[in-house]
């Protein structure tokens, strides 16, 4: 986004729901952006944000490594929100003092009002709200007020309304806040004066200036899976550089079944884009012969798929830039970039990249969670038969299939996998379900088929309920349909003889299994 746009800057200390304050914010049609909490403060300057949120955190202020901004944010006259941790740090930062709690307070609470302007306008005076901390503030710094309190925490929200400081000791971010939306709200609209205009029409806008700048009149190429994702990214790309775009479909030998054949007869009748179909499925699996690890897998495939399109930009011609649909979680998970939170798994299109490459990366989507990329789909008239399918990983079924890639195995993994999702559909349950897949697993166990004895794989399944992916419940399947699924594929995929069920969230689970 641009300077212009108004912004609210989230910075990162670690919590595992910074991404949802992100997306609280974004939903009251305020864009936000995460960056860590040690960005230089020129750089946060440089932004120029409406507004500031310290995220929570799972540190104390007085660790030997606690995690600290520069204190010359609090100098620069912009309206600051700290969350739990945030307004710890608040607290020790302008001379107030942070104690350990008596009493750790987790779980609900109920949150007395004593001052109901400002942040708790429109609420009533008492309201239910989640708590999650070990610390609380002993003494507020000079010029704050307490203006709520719970049992445990005599001051569980405070204000400095001279320098537009505002603190809670709670969580707004979680639904667990039945009231954190309008909290939160309060704080964008009328303390740090912005104003609900962001949506995927100013996304577009933005978006379709920043492309015509960075590609200007250069060719760019685009990495087509056939998901939602790239399927965007292509499509928002080509409304800026028409026909100097050329999009590659690699088969790499990891698709669903029948995958090829129904992305390109789907993306040449509906959206006309000039496709070139490679068929590199040899490579691919001869690379992934030789090593197991998943991380590793991710890696192979990541410069496998660069290897192809260098060679296909060089027949298309001079080509410098390379298109791909990255998304937000994407780069999180990814990539330690946005503060303290660990990296969970690599994704080929982005921490599995080589450091080196010929082509510039396009990424237009990577500040976008996925149903904000659907909608931004909706904007471009993209048809939602390709917008709302379940989303694919990009390295494909070599994150299903466990452990060592075969084609033997890839092939059994397809035919459960189609089985999963005629049945799920069938049913009428596809469209309530975020992602639903089957995984390989590598491990024999003994069963009975025909009155014989026999020692096959397992295959998982796994179905979730999510909003973004970020976070993710197992899905509520009836039992009468897990028990057809499970009789079909025991009977029909030939080296099967066992379906389990995966009832994991996220967290502590990943939606994948590798």
């Given at each position: 986004m641009s300077s212009s746009t108004p912004k609210i800057l989230i910075l990162d200390f670690g919590s595992q729901y910074t991404q949802l304050i992100a997306r609280r914010v974004r939903e009251s049609r305020v864009y936000s952006e995460i960056v860590p909490y040690h960005l230089p403060l020129k750089e946060i300057e440089a932004a120029q944000p409406s507004g500031i949120i310290l995220s929570g955190g799972p540190s104390s202020v007085y660790d030997r490594k606690a995690p600290l901004c520069d204190p010359g944010l609090f100098k620069l006259s912009v309206p600051i929100l700290?969350?739990?941790?945030?307004?710890?740090?608040?607290?020790?930062?302008?001379?107030?003092?942070?104690?350990?709690?008596?009493?750790?307070?987790?779980?609900?609470?109920?949150?007395?009002?004593?001052?109901?302007?400002d942040l708790f306008k429109g609420l009533p005076n008492r309201t239910s709200v989640w708590m999650s901390h070990g610390d609380r503030i002993e003494t507020l710094p000079p010029g704050f007020q307490a203006i709520a309190r719970t049992d445990n925490s005599p001051a569980a929200a405070m204000k400095d309304p001279r320098r537009n400081f505002f603190a809670l000791q709670f969580h707004p971010e979680v639904v667990h806040t039945p009231q954190g939306r309008e909290i939160l709200q309060n704080f964008l609209y009328h303390i740090a004066g912005c104003k609900p205009t962001w949506d995927m029409g100013s996304f577009l806008r933005e978006a379709e200036k920043t492309i015509a700048a960075q590609i200007g009149a250069g060719k760019a190429i685009c990495a087509l899976s056939g998901g939602v994702d790239s399927s965007v990214a292509a499509v928002l790309v080509q409304r800026v550089i028409g026909k100097r775009l050329t999009c590659i479909f690699v088969d790499n030998g990891l698709l669903r079944k029948e995958e090829a054949k129904r992305v390109l007869d789907t993306f040449k009748k509906n959206l006309k884009l000039n496709i070139r179909f490679i068929d590199a499925s040899d490579r691919f699996?001869?690379?992934?012969?030789?090593?197991?690890?998943?991380?590793?897998?991710?890696?192979?495939?990541?410069?496998?798929?660069?290897?192809?399109?260098?060679?296909?930009?060089?027949?298309?011609?001079?080509?410098?830039?390379?298109?791909?649909?990255?998304?937000?979680?994407?780069?999180?998970?990814?990539?330690?970039?946005?503060?303290?939170?660990?990296?969970?798994?690599?994704?080929?299109?982005?921490?599995?990249?080589?450091?080196?490459?010929?082509?510039?990366?396009?990424?237009?989507?990577?500040m976008l969670f996925k149903?904000?990329?659907?909608?931004?789909?909706?904007?471009?008239?993209?048809?939602?038969?390709?917008?709302?399918?379940?989303?694919?990983?990009?390295?494909?079924?070599?994150?299903?299939?466990?452990?060592?890639?075969?084609?033997?195995?890839?092939?059994?993994?397809?035919?459960?996998?189609?089985?999963?999702?005629?049945?799920?559909?069938?049913?009428?349950?596809?469209?309530?379900?975020?992602?639903?897949?089957?995984?390989?697993?590598?491990?024999?166990?003994?069963?009975?088929?025909?009155?014989?004895?026999?020692?096959?794989?397992?295959?998982?399944?796994?179905?979730?309920?999510?909003?973004?992916?970020?976070t993710a419940d197992w899905a509520d399947i009836p039992h009468d349909v897990l028990k057809r699924i499970s009789s079909r594929i025991i009977n029909e995929v030939k080296g099967i003889n066992r379906v389990v069920y995966d009832i994991s969230s996220k967290p502590p689970s990943t939606i994948e299994w590798e």
């Open positions: 700290g969350i739990c941790y945030g307004m710890q740090l608040m607290t020790h930062l302008l001379g107030g003092k942070v104690a350990r709690a008596t009493k750790r307070e987790y779980g609900r609470a109920d949150l007395l009002i004593d001052d109901s302007s699996l001869k690379r992934l012969s030789a090593d197991s690890h998943p991380e590793r897998k991710r890696k192979i495939i990541g410069k496998e798929f660069i290897r192809v399109f260098d060679e296909e930009a060089k027949k298309v011609g001079k080509v410098d830039f390379l298109v791909q649909g990255t998304l937000y979680p994407d780069v999180i998970e990814s990539v330690s970039l946005k503060g303290p939170s660990a990296t969970i798994k690599t994704h080929h299109n982005v921490g599995g990249l080589p450091k080196r490459m010929r082509l510039k990366l396009v990424e237009p989507l990577r149903d904000e990329v659907r909608r931004l789909g909706v904007e471009l008239g993209i048809p939602e038969v390709l917008l709302y399918r379940h989303p694919f990983p990009g390295p494909g079924l070599a994150v299903r299939v466990l452990g060592k890639i075969t084609k033997e195995r890839l092939d059994r993994l397809r035919e459960a996998d189609a089985i999963f999702e005629e049945e799920i559909r069938k049913a009428g349950l596809y469209n309530a379900i975020w992602q639903a897949f089957a995984v390989y697993l590598p491990v024999h166990s003994v069963g009975v088929m025909g009155d014989e004895r026999t020692y096959e794989n397992a295959i998982a399944l796994r179905a979730v309920t999510s909003q973004d992916g970020m």
